[in-house]
């Protein structure tokens, strides 16, 4: 395969931000999305990197985040939701036994650069898992901070239309909203793959115990076109991954090995594996293990698994990427940079993302072109940089 990089001699890892949002209780409203607004100006600067990739940066004007969580340690919270060119994050500090709590929730304009803060909270009152505006309607999945049950409530413009457990996360799916949670079944705390309809009724699509499916955990992102969101699970003790649309879901059976990560693209799952050779082996120095991985993919249209010849020192272990048909953006912590592998038959051809400041990377796809990728600087979680990366 073609090489288009120096050799990695370390794992690629993505250091997961909190995922932790905050919210109101019903007191507050009133305080909506016309709350505040910071301008900023539109795409600003463009470049065509060593391998063809248009880069735009979004250039914030004035202070992105407002600091007024003296004594605490504040930071960007990213989510997973990128819809309709819009970007939604909140900014959250941490707290007492891990719980996490922000102020406010911002909306960034993908096209303008604009950002506005669309909920400010109270300190110390509520938790918000999630967020998102749909089709002009900001639902949030929150949780008093005082109920020792830390049960959540998914409100949609202030009314309660679901409760439940888990942490629930949004998904946008064939223009439909979902969300991925748990509720109590039988007493039992059950993982459960939920659709919001238009009246705000709940319809359920799949659930942990049926077709003796066990805990249902999603990967790192819905596809670029939001058609289907990848899950993985257990049936009858057999690791299967658990394909969501709108309307169901579809259960595929995994290959007999221990999958580190997947990513779904176009038709088919990209899965990394321990290479069953290298795992415990010491390494040169003898005393830190060495795991290496493998790859493979398997087609969702033929049902079938082949294996692809990619470099370990290449691209390593992944677990934060985007994936926009054919191709993945994967973090790259060593080089502070941002990796495009492409899969072409049997091959991964791997090349870096040029035109982008050396930072660790969050990244999200945007469309069947686009991706954005929003980077930081080590331990400087309140300076986002973001970028539109157009993948060709």
Known sequence: MKKHLKRLSVLM???LLAACATNSDPSLESQDSSLTTTESSAQTSSTTSETD???VLLEM???LILN???GF??????LNNVYDDSYYFAIISGRMNSISYTAREYKLDLNSGGLTVLKEYPQNTVRASDFIEFKGVLYEAITELADPSLSFRIIADGQEIWSG???PEFYVINDNLLFHAQTLIEGQKTDVVCRINPDYSITTLVQAGQDGLGFLIPTVSPTYNHSKLLMRSTQNGKDVYVLVDSDGYEIIDQANHVEYESVLLED???????DPATVGVENSEGDTPITEYKYEAFTL???ETRPVQASFEEIGVFNCAAAVKQSMLLNNPERKGVLKATLKNQELEVEEIGGIENLYYRIYPVDQQRALLVGFEEGQFLKPTFYLVNVK
Do not use: L, R
């Open 68 to 70: 007024d969580f003296e």
């Open 268 to 274: 088919e799952i990209f899965i990394a594996y321990p």
């Open 61 to 63: 004007n004035g202070e």
């Open 13 to 15: 890892t993505c250091s």
């Open 73 to 78: 340690s504040e930071h960007i919270s990213p």
């Open 165 to 167: 457990y888990g942490s």
């Open 53 to 55: 990739q248009e880069v």
């Open 301 to 303: 249209s033929t049902k």
